[in-house]
């Protein structure tokens, strides 16, 4: 090819891009929009210019291979296509302005849906917005204490396609994180489980609440509270109000239990001891006073 066919070559594919980039710019859309598994997506279509439109078509594009999902015009009204009867439907219709609903998405609902609105005598102008469908559960905390004094470890899993990411939180200012350490594990459903662990260090002496968040791609997060109890500080002093604390909870009505109990085995250990006395000691008596005076007689 010379130089001269190669510079029209150029030309020509400068001005099909720049063609296509006017005419996609006339129509306002999603470029992408984000579901989760087993939520619905909504895919909108606007024309920003008043056409002469005889048909919008709903396609999905899937490796580069475009299939009619459905299509609205005035005189035949909205028709979806076999096969995506179940998936698909109408949420507005119009000429100008057309959007449909993806029900109940899954991984497989992933791509583009392109929008053509068939206009005269422009031809086909065309809308890309593009689906991506994430995955993310609740995530879970969980709080211990570490073995140093006014320290805990804080865990937090959770579970997202694509890898979430996970944020901790303490609603306590002079309490604060270190050491964080996260792993991330493939599952074998095309998920993945992110933990992240870090110590948590300071003076607790309120009810404090650690947060974690996860979040995927930009979608939003989803974030649980768990509450860490209050510490209470001990004295070694023990005066009136640790008595009457001491009244008042468990252990003390255990050790007046057992009080009792010994009190009980002591009450009738003498009162063996005093039935003994009344009548053993008059018989042997009176058996030893016979003796004697058979003793005597004799």
């Known amino acids: 090819m010379s130089f001269f066919g190669v510079l029209l070559y150029v030309v020509a594919v400068f001005i099909s891009g720049a ?82 609903v993806i029900r109940n998405v899954t991984e497989q609902d992933e791509g583009c849906y392109h929008c053509l609105f068939n206009t005269y005598p422009d031809g086909s102008l065309t809308g890309k917005p593009c689906l991506r469908v994430y995955e993310l559960h609740e995530p879970v905390v969980d709080v ?36 964080y350490n996260t792993v991330s594990v493939s599952n074998t459903n095309a998920t993945f489980t992110v933990t992240t662990t870090a110590v948590l260090s300071g003076s607790c002496k309120h009810s404090t609440q650690v947060g974690c968040a996860a979040r995927v791609l930009s979608a939003p997060h989803r974030e649980v509270m768990l509450t860490i109890p209050e510490v209470q500080e001990e004295y070694d002093d023990y005066d009136d109000d640790d008595y009457d604390d001491g009244l008042n909870d468990g252990s003390y009505h255990r050790n007046f239990g057992r009080i009792l109990v010994i009190l009980s085995s002591v009450l009738l250990l003498l009162l063996a001891c005093f039935t003994t006395l009344i009548f053993v000691w008059p018989k042997k008596k009176s058996q030893s006073r016979n003796q004697n005076t058979f003793s005597q007689t004799r």
């Open 19 to 100: 063609f296509e980039k006017a005419l996609t710019a006339v129509i306002q859309t999603q470029q992408t929009v984000l579901a989760a598994v087993g939520e619905d997506a909504e895919f909108s279509c606007q024309l920003l210019e008043t056409k002469d439109v005889l048909q919008v078509t709903w396609q999905k594009i899937s490796h580069d291979v475009e299939t009619n999902v459905a299509t609205y015009s005035k005189y035949y009204g909205q028709r979806v296509n076999d096969g995506f009867n179940d998936k698909v439907g109408f949420k507005y219709t119009g000429l100008q302005n057309c959007s449909i």
């Open 144 to 179: 211990r204490e570490s073995n140093s004094t006014e320290e805990w470890v804080v865990s937090c899993s959770a579970t997202g396609r694509p890898a979430p990411t996970v944020t901790l939180s303490v609603s306590q200012q002079d309490l604060s994180f270190s050491q």
